[in-house]
């Protein structure tokens, strides 16, 4: 058995006057994070990760406001069989079926909000995803 984890921490200012303060949301990179952990043995292996983007704001001195974007939490689960000359795989992503806009969509609603509905611009990420797979070895 193995656990694994993976940070992607960012933290976006500009200088203005002379100071430094928060980048607008739409220029910056969301934090990301991921956490798993796999079993092994020698004929099959299962997989269990979640995915998590952490909420964003700053503050938008053109427009005098503040931007932010929500951030969210996926589970994915993975299971292989391993064959003689490959593997089978079996998958299912975001496994609890989490409602969530991308970051583009997010970040598309703040810069062209002012030209059609937030609406048009909801860009949802996958809902619950199944996957099959087969792998042959040469």
């Known amino acids: 058995m193995s656990i694994g984890a993976l940070a992607h921490w ?3 200012e500009t200088q203005v006057d002379g100071s430094y303060e928060d980048t607008v ?6 934090a990301k994070y991921a956490l798993w952990t796999r079993w092994e ?3 099959q292996a299962l997989k269990l990760q979640a995915n998590m983007m ?14 932010e974007l929500d951030g969210y939490t996926t589970v994915d689960l993975d299971y292989t069989y391993f064959l003689p000359s490959g ?3 079996l998958g299912v992503q ?11 969509g997010q ?7 002012s030209y059609a509905p937030a609406s048009a611009f909801d860009y949802k990420g996958l809902g619950r995803t199944y996957t ?3 792998t042959h070895r040469f």
Do not use: C, H, M
Request: proline content about 2%.
């Open 10 to 12: 960012v933290k976006s």
């Open 25 to 30: 949301v739409t220029d910056t990179s969301p």
């Open 41 to 43: 043995d020698d004929n």
């Open 54 to 67: 952490r909420d964003v704001s700053g503050y938008d001195s053109s427009s005098d406001s503040t931007q």
């Open 87 to 89: 593997e089978f795989s």
């Open 94 to 104: 975001n496994l609890l079926d989490k409602d969530y806009t991308t970051v583009w």
């Open 107 to 113: 970040q598309a609603q703040i810069y062209y909000g």
């Open 132 to 134: 099959v797979g087969y």
